[in-house]
């Protein structure tokens, strides 16, 4: 690696000033799990690396009854996992974890650095958007909150400006009879990168029907994808096993998969199809 400055700000307004004074040249280190391969790889050569493990206030997992879960962007992998918290509230976050790269990984990569890099091959994205979750940005220019969907623009690249900093994950209280099943499937070992990964979360009316729907397309494109039309599919009716089958076929159309050392463009699809209709089954079945 080139050298570099090493840059350690202790609050979050120090962290966006330097930023913000280096700007292109900075980049942010927080578990370092992507950042020091690209760095490696000489893929990047910052002039300053900016370590804000030790910034307090973005650490930590809380629950409000009525904002929801927060999870500070240094939480990491690990902690995700094992949080008996996040256990109680969001269990689903908790199993996909488990199979998450390796130990190791998931003890230094942080939830911030996983969505922050704009890694088109991972898992909590898909998660959170379909459980309508937020992002919290602070920047110089004070704090603004998107919805995790709009965090992502491209392959490794993020609405956020050189000078912001993702801060906390908000994932709100979900409605009576919802539930959510993500299912990623890995075509050569299980801690490899998944070839795709689908998150359904259903909200089911008295009667039973599908009231409102999230099917969340993963690794599949170069973004997160919404199945808006196989979700549009599902709405006001029950779930039986052939709609759960046709909103697969639907959604496994929305997305843009590349082929690669994962599984060709055709074999992607035929992965998606074939995960929404389990997934949209579990969650119906649990939220039931």
């Known amino acids: 690696m080139k050298n570099?400055?090493?840059?350690?700000?202790?609050?979050?307004?120090?962290a966006c000033?330097?930023?913000?004074?280096?700007?292109?040249?900075?980049?942010v280190f927080a578990g370092g799990a992507h950042l020091t391969i690209l760095m490696k790889?000489?893929?990047?050569?910052?002039?300053?690396?900016?370590?804000?493990?030790k910034i307090a206030e973005l650490k930590g997992i809380r629950f409000d009854v009525n904002s929801g879960l927060t999870i500070g962007a240094l939480v990491t992998h690990r902690e995700l996992e094992t949080s008996a918290l996040v256990r109680e509230k969001c269990p689903v976050l908790c199993e996909a974890e488990r199979e998450v790269a390796n130990i190791r990984v998931r003890h230094m990569?942080?939830?911030?650095?996983?969505?922050?890099?704009?890694e088109p091959l991972t898992d909590l994205a898909q998660i959170f958007i379909a459980l309508d979750g937020q992002v919290q940005?602070?920047?110089p220019n004070g704090q603004r909150t998107i919805a995790v969907e709009e965090l992502f623009l491209d392959f490794y690249t993020t609405s956020l400006a050189e000078d912001e900093l993702l801060t906390q994950v908000v994932l709100p209280p979900?409605?009576?009879?919802?539930?959510?099943?993500?299912?990623?499937?890995?075509?050569?070992?299980?801690?490899?990168?998944p070839a795709a990964g689908v998150a359904v979360r259903l909200t089911l009316a008295a009667d039973g029907t599908i009231q409102t729907a999230r099917i969340v397309l993963g690794c599949v494109g170069a973004t997160p994808v919404r199945a808006r039309n196989a979700?549009?599919?599902?709405?006001?009716?029950?779930?039986?096993g052939e709609l759960a089958l046709e909103a697969g076929g639907i959604a496994s159309q929305e997305c843009k998969p590349t082929s690669d050392l994962r599984g060709s463009e055709q074999y992607k699809r035929a992965i998606v199809k074939t995960l929404v209709k389990r997934a949209a089954s579990a969650a119906y079945d649990r939220a039931k």
């Open 4 to 14: 570099f400055d090493y840059l350690e700000p202790t609050t979050v307004a120090e």
């Open 17 to 27: 000033a330097l930023l913000k004074q280096h700007g292109s040249e900075a980049k």
């Open 41 to 53: 790889q000489g893929l990047l050569e910052p002039a300053s690396l900016i370590n804000i493990k």
């Open 109 to 118: 990569g942080t939830v911030g650095g996983n969505l922050a890099s704009g």
């Open 137 to 139: 940005i602070v920047g």
């Open 174 to 193: 979900l409605p009576a009879r919802s539930a959510i099943d993500y299912i990623r499937f890995s075509s050569s070992s299980v801690v490899d990168k």
């Open 231 to 240: 979700e549009a599919l599902l709405m006001g009716k029950k779930l039986t």
